[in-house]
């Protein structure tokens, strides 16, 4: 690596500034689409800067296809979470906020604090989480439309939504069907949905929408690690001895990983000994239910980190 590139993505357009070896800055906006990357490419080049680590947030779908394109290029990339950006700028006394000051932040930001290397899924793996995040997304539009069902008095109107609901229906059946052909397809999808679904609390939706958003979960450095980046681990706040809030679930991370456990936590609490186990020891000593369900959410994501890594299916006994 002979320089260091922080990137700040928008929709439309993102911003670069490229920290060369000899400590030289250069700044430039490009669109954000293929043609774009081709010409931050060939800027780059042109600057002296044959190979960089670049860095960019994690914000919405903006930074994948950069990512990917980067990566091809034979750069290396971090994706980080924004809370890390904005806490790394707080500590720099940043006052203001533009897109150049925004991409100088997350270039110092990597040249400081080296993090970790994105790994891009595989075809397979995009294919999936496309495909469900497409099933996720008619799935909700068909509860919009039978909510609207349920209150319309018009016959016409009721005629229509009907209709298009009976449609619906049959566009996430078709996409169910492709994504279950997509898993059965890939071997190591096949292997990671089998032990997932080994774990008592999990069903074939979780685990599904686990492979989808968290492609990754094995090759994260610990289970702690994973829990943090679903934002599932507590977070305390204590300052002296008159400061004190109670823990609770930092939600600083895969939001849609925490939406897919929440109901499998409290499934688990009744079915699964181990999140049984530790859902009485908290009842125990008093703690709320939204307490426990969030630990039985994370104790859910440590057990799937645990087969996936050690590729061995669920077993109660396992941790006596």
């Not at 790394?88 to 991409?103: E, H, I, N, V």
């Not at 994105?118 to 997304?137: E, F, I, K, M, S």
């Not at 087969?307 to 077993?315: M, S």
């Amino acid at each position: 690596m002979n320089g260091i590139l922080g990137l700040d993505l928008a929709k439309g357009s993102f911003e670069s500034l490229v920290i060369k070896a000899d400590g030289q800055r250069q700044t430039e906006q490009f669109a954000n689409n293929r043609q774009g990357y081709e010409q931050l490419q060939d800027w780059m080049l042109k600057q002296g800067v044959e190979q960089v680590h670049a860095c960019m947030e994690a914000t919405n779908i903006y930074w994948e296809e950069l990512a990917y394109y980067l990566v091809e290029q034979g750069h290396q990339v971090s994706v980080v979470n924004p809370a890390q950006i904005k806490g790394f700028a707080q500590s720099q006394l940043q006052r203001s906020k533009t897109d150049k000051q925004d991409s100088q932040v997350i270039a110092e930001f990597c040249a400081q604090t080296k993090p970790a290397v994105w790994q891009p899924p595989t075809a397979n793996q995009r294919q999936l989480r496309a495909w469900v995040r497409h099933r996720d997304a008619l799935v909700k539009t068909r509860t919009q439309q039978l909510n609207r069902l349920d209150s319309c008095p018009d016959e016409l109107v009721r005629s229509s939504l009907q209709s298009l609901i009976a449609t619906l229906e049959q566009q996430i059946a078709a996409m169910q069907s492709q994504i279950d052909a997509l898993i059965a397809q890939t071997p190591e999808l096949q292997v990671a949905y089998g032990l997932l679904l080994s774990i008592k609390g999990l069903g074939p939706t979780t685990v599904i929408k686990l492979l989808a958003e968290f492609y990754d979960l094995a090759a994260y450095s610990s289970a702690r690690a994973a829990a943090a980046d679903a934002g599932l681990t507590p977070a305390h706040h204590q300052s002296g001895t008159s400061v004190y809030r109670r823990p609770r679930m930092s939600k600083i991370g895969k939001r849609a990983v925490r939406a897919a456990l929440y109901w499998p936590a409290i499934t688990a609490i009744r079915y699964n000994p181990l999140v049984k186990e530790l859902a009485d020891r908290l009842r125990a000593k008093g703690k709320a239910n939204k307490v426990i369900i969030g630990a039985a959410m994370r104790k859910l994501m440590h057990l799937a980190y645990g087969v996936l890594k050690n590729q061995t299916p669920f077993d109660p006994a396992y941790a006596h």
